[in-house]
């Protein structure tokens, strides 16, 4: 007797529900509550997180599954980004002193913004950014316009008209939809001033620091020295310790100005670098940088330095 063997077929996936929203929102609970408050009063039903979570079968799934799954039940993704943390940039990567990134900013939370990309790559088309308050712009979507949501009529008109081009069947009987969610802008004044000391605080006051740079067998080395203060210094110079004076620098004079954030490099001759004298020079050691302030005021550093980088 002749045995069938019939292949089976995965189970066909459903198809996408045009009146489900999903939510990908930050530590704001009462912003993605006014959200689905907001989306239920437009005939629309969100489809939550944990949702989400569920329908990918796995206990632990990779953010893009969980992306996949929501864009097969539902139609469109709303990423609510609300300025829950306070961010800027550290000093020796700022472009000086002055480089706006140093000003701390409200910006989303850092896994609101990987879903946002990942959204957007995915499906841009269904993909609709909203900001709430005053947020640091997300500029791996710049030229993508987002949102900027609050309680005026003319923004709920602008989501409304956006979840509906992402093929939502937006309901707009009433005017319930017009007040429904409180989207007043949070308030960021207490965490922009504790992010301000502490910014204020990072840059008060020279402060220098140096890193060594091997190059190789038959190569000069390099000594890096960064002013991480938040002013100039001038005459810039080195003290070398006693037990390395094997080690030669070359720098033709004193440096006459570092500005505030930025570094310069010196050539250093490290062929005796290993021995001197019989003895093994360790390879952790202290510098002393020596310069002037604006005022002619006399500054010195000591560095640590470890020649293995």
């Known amino acids: 007797m002749a ?12 198809p996408v529900a045009a009146d489900k929203v999903f939510v990908v929102h930050g530590r704001n609970l009462a912003a993605r509550d006014s959200m689905f408050v907001f989306l239920r009063s437009l005939g629309l039903k969100p489809l939550e997180w944990t949702q989400a979570l569920a329908l990918t079968g796995s ?28 961010a800027y940039i550290d000093l020796p990567y700022a472009d000086g002193v002055d480089d706006p990134e140093r000003t701390p900013t409200p910006q989303a939370r850092p896994n609101v913004l990987f879903e946002a990309g990942m959204a957007m790559g995915r499906n841009p088309n269904r993909t609709v950014l909203v900001e709430l308050g005053a947020i640091r ?53 207490n965490g922009l001033t504790r992010a301000r000391r502490i910014a204020s605080n990072d840059r008060r006051g020279p402060r220098v620091d140096a890193r060594w740079i091997s190059n190789g067998s038959g190569h000069f080395d390099e000594l ?8 100039p210094l001038f005459n810039v110079t ?34 005796g670098k290993h021995t001197m004298g019989g003895s093994i020079v360790p390879d952790q050691f202290d510098i002393l940088v020596l310069a002037e302030l604006e005022d002619s005021t006399a500054f010195q550093e000591e560095v640590f330095i470890d020649m293995n980088g």
């Open 3 to 14: 045995v069938v063997t019939i292949d089976s077929e995965p189970a066909p996936t459903p």
């Open 59 to 86: 206990a632990s799934p990779y953010i893009g599954e969980v992306l996949d799954r929501a864009f097969d039940h539902a139609q469109a993704i709303v990423v609510l980004m609300t300025p829950d943390d306070i």
């Open 137 to 189: 712009p997300f500029s791996d979507v710049a030229g993508r316009h987002a949102v900027r949501l609050n309680n005026s009529p003319h923004t709920r008109i602008d989501l409304a008209n956006r979840l509906q081009n992402a093929g939502c069947p937006v309901d707009r009987t009433g005017a319930d939809w017009m007040t429904a969610g409180d989207f007043t802008p949070p308030d960021t004044s």
């Open 224 to 231: 890096k020295v960064t002013n991480n203060g938040s002013a």
């Open 238 to 271: 080195f003290d070398v310790p006693e037990g390395l004076k094997g080690i030669t620098f070359h720098q033709d004079g004193p440096l006459k100005r570092l500005p505030a954030g930025k570094s310069f490099t010196v050539r250093v001759d490290a062929a």
